[in-house]
C-alpha cells in the first residue's frame, strides 16, 4: 500500500523540541524530493522544509530557517523534521508528502506549543 504515516506530534512549552517522523511505503522513496507542510487552524497549508531524493540539499520557509531540520533515510524510508525553539505559532498539523505526484493527504501529525 502507498501511504505516508507521520507521528512524533505533541504538546510541547514555548522553546521546546519536538521530533516528527514520516514513514513511507508503498514506492520507491529515494526517488523522491519529500516535503514537511503544516496547516494552522483556519489558515492554508504552508510548505515547512523540502529535502532532495539524495538528501543533498533542502530549503526551509523563511520563519522556520535556523530552527527546523529536515532529513532522510532512504533505507528506512523515513524523512524527519526536527524541531528546535519551539513558538506558540507553530502550533499546527504537520503533514509530509512527496514534492512529484504527491499522495492523499494523511491524518498528519498535531503540534501544540503552549505554556
Known amino acids: 500500500q502507498v501511504q505516508l504515516v507521520e507521528s512524533g506530534g505533541g504538546l510541547v512549552q514555548p522553546g521546546g523540541s519536538l521530533r516528527l517522523s514520516c514513514a513511507a511505503s508503498g514506492f520507491t522513496f529515494g526517488d523522491y524530493v519529500m516535503g514537511w507542510y503544516r496547516q494552522a487552524p483556519g489558515k492554508q497549508r504552508e510548505l515547512v522544509a523540502e529535502?532532495?531524493?539524495?538528501?543533498?540539499?533542502?530549503y526551509y520557509a523563511d520563519s522556520m530557517r535556523g530552527r527546523f531540520t529536515i532529513s532522510r533515510d532512504n533505507a528506512e524510508k523515513i524523512v524527519w523534521l526536527q524541531m528546535n525553539s519551539l513558538k506558540p505559532e507553530d502550533t499546527a498539523v504537520y503533514l509530509c508528502?512527496?514534492?512529484?505526484?504527491?499522495?492523499?493527504w494523511g491524518q498528519g501529525t498535531q503540534v501544540i506549543v503552549s505554556s
Open positions: 529535502i532532495t531524493s539524495a538528501g543533498t540539499t533542502t
Open positions: 508528502n512527496r514534492q512529484t505526484s504527491p499522495l492523499s
